[in-house]
Every structure is written in C-alpha cells, then in structure tokens.
C-alpha cells in the first residue's frame, strides 16, 4: 500500500506569512493528489485537485505543486481563517489521506 | 446543486452491524460519471477512506477493512449505503459520504455534513 507522510505536523505562523506544507508518497502517484482544509467541527473542503489545480472559489493565496512523489501546499499569505487542518490524498487505486497537519496563527 | 445526507443509527453495540444511508439531492447516482464513496474521521483524528461504489454496483474497497465493508447502491431511491460487520469500540467516528467525479482527476468534491456513530453495549 502506498502511503502518504505530510509535514510539519502542527506549525504556527503569523498574518501574512508564506506557509508550505510538504506531502510525500511512498511510491509515485503521477498527480493523482488533492489536498482538503477542514475547520475545526466543519466538513473537508477540497482546495485543490490534480496536484496543482484550485477547485472553484478556493482563494487564489492558495496553490500546490508537485508530482511523482512530492508535492506542496502552499498559502501566499496567511489569514485568520486559514486556520485549521490540512489533509493530502492520493486518488489512483486505493483512496489514502495524509496524516494532517494543523495550523494555527503565532 | 448536489447535495449528500447521510443518515443511520448513531449508537450500535460492539459485534453488530453498522448500517448508514446516504442520500443525494439535486443529482441522479445513475447518471454515471461519479464515484460514491465513504469515509469516517475517528474522534479528534484524520481521514480513513472506506471505498467506493459506482452507479453500475461496482465496488472498491480499503484493504484494511475490505473484509467487513459491504457498500451497495439503490438507484431507484438515489442513494448509496454502508454496512460494516463485527464493529467494535475502533469504530467509533464519524462517517461521511462522499462525491468523486470519475473522469478528470478531481478527489472528492463534495461530501455530506458526516454523521457520528458511536459504539457502545
């Protein structure tokens, strides 16, 4: 089974501020990868598919990049209400999610 | 727009069978093009997929559970469901439904509002 690792597991950051979050799968995935933002209480909300596609509405702050086995979320700017936990998933065969990571403001 | 509901028990004794329904609006499941799914968030961790069903009843399912998942689909009543046998207290979460256009890459793009199941004698 191909598993998929994400780090940081937690980080703080303040207003503004460039945030990268990494995703790495154990085997390559070509771009079979999405990433989910989910608010404390609220359902996941997909941001980005395809690797580096936004799914519509999603800010433009927010991009990713990546293939094969590494990819990248990253957000421009950080805002208040970014805050929260991010979740990879691969999508080819087996459907697997990252392990999180959560994000708080400094 | 489409929309999922999933709806079931909230309470199920350890060794029974957990059974969740998920009903979508504002869209046909037999129109093709979309993969349902389900997938559980246990209390205060991350996601688990649990598989998926397509409209024509073909299914896949995580490894990891494949052999107490059973997943079918009743197009008639545009909705999908889950059974999953011999639970215990690990399978205590929360279940959501889930949307995946089948063609295009795009993961699951819609989801219901999730559901608690707790298990417990």
């Known amino acids: 089974d191909i598993q998929m690792t994400q780090s940081p597991s937690s980080l703080s950051a303040s207003v503004g501020d460039r945030v990268t979050i990494t995703c790495r799968a154990s085997q390559g995935i070509s771009n079979y990868l999405a990433w989910y933002q989910q608010k404390p209480g609220k359902v996941p909300k997909l941001l980005i598919y395809a690797a580096s596609t936004l799914q519509s509405g999603v800010p433009s702050r927010f991009s990713g990049s990546g293939s094969g086995t590494d990819f990248t979320l990253t957000i421009s700017s950080l805002q208040p209400e970014d805050v929260a936990t991010y979740y990879c998933q691969k999508y080819n065969s087996a459907r697997t999610f990252g392990q999180g990571t959560k994000l708080e403001i400094k | 727009q489409v929309q999922l509901q999933e709806s079931g028990p909230g309470l199920v004794k350890p060794s029974q069978t957990l059974s969740l329904t998920c009903t979508v609006s504002?869209?046909?499941?037999?129109?093709?093009?979309?993969?349902w799914s389900w997938i559980r968030q246990h209390p205060g961790k991350g996601l688990e997929w649990i598989g998926y069903i397509y409209y024509s009843g073909s299914t896949y399912y995580n490894p990891s559970l494949k052999s107490r998942v059973t997943i079918s689909v009743d197009t008639s009543k545009n909705q999908f469901s889950l059974k999953l046998s011999s639970v215990t207290a690990a399978d205590t979460a929360v279940y959501y439904c889930?949307?995946?256009?089948?063609?295009?890459?795009?993961?699951?793009?819609?989801w219901g509002q999730g559901t608690m199941v707790t298990v417990s004698s």
């Open positions: 889930a949307r995946e256009p089948a063609l295009g890459g795009r993961a699951f793009d819609i």
């Open positions: 504002g869209g046909s499941i037999s129109s093709g093009g979309y993969y």
